[in-house]
């Protein structure tokens, strides 16, 4: 599943095609994603020009020129992919991945840029929504939503609060959209990893007792903007290397500390742990033992 820095890699890749560029054409081959898409769909987004777009949490959001907001989200499984005339833009190996999935291909955009902006997903988890700007405020999708991790309002005081007193663990701290939003997983096995803390800790160590921060909710914030910037940085690249948008590439399995690296020994120097997985929550936690306190 897509995080934010895969989020935020498909947007800085879909910019170029988007922003600044009319809907020229839309077409919806299925409408049933992950909720049916509106009625007026097209003729909402039709001969309206996209004037920024934008990303909350995983959500991506283009602001369009009639005062209504495109909110897309990629879903388990979602991409997009950007043709432009002459398509040597993109390596042979996209062209036969691509062949396969064709019949993923569920709402494609013609832009007046000239790029043709399609959206595939195959388990259709994806969904595209049409907001009025003044109502994103109260737009069930994001109203609940915490502060973004690289954002201003995200600091180590917020965070101690928000954990104060919370009995769960730190890791489903972190996962919880309403404390920070779009960490997911994998993104919250390196941020502790990084910050040398337990996954299991309770979430309320990382502040005072009267909830201040500490300085382990400085050092969560650290490693969660540290491991945060690093993965867009990585993702950029990949977008440079293959001009894709799929966010897949950013996703660089050989950058990550612990996660899915059960058995391996930890790299932090001077560690002579080794990682282990537990499952919280029901989901895979990937931590050492020996540095992560
Ligand atoms: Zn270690």
Redesign the pocket.
Known sequence: MPELPEVETVRRGLAPAMEGARFVAVKAHRRDLRWPLPKDFATRLQGKTVVGLGRRAKYLLADLSSGDVLLMHLGMSGSFRVDRDGGEQVPGKYHHERGQHLAHDHVVFRMSSGAVVTFNDPRRFGSMKIVPRTRLDEEPLLRSLGPEPLGNAFDAAMLAHACWRKTTSLKAALSDQRIVAGLGNIYVCEAL?RARLSPKRKASTAATRSGAPNVRAERLVAGIRAVLTEAIKAGGSSLRDHKRTDGELGLFQHNFRVYDRAGEP?P?PG?T?TIKRIVQNGRATFF?P???R
């Open positions: 990893h930890c932090t560690c742990g050492c020996v540095c992560q």
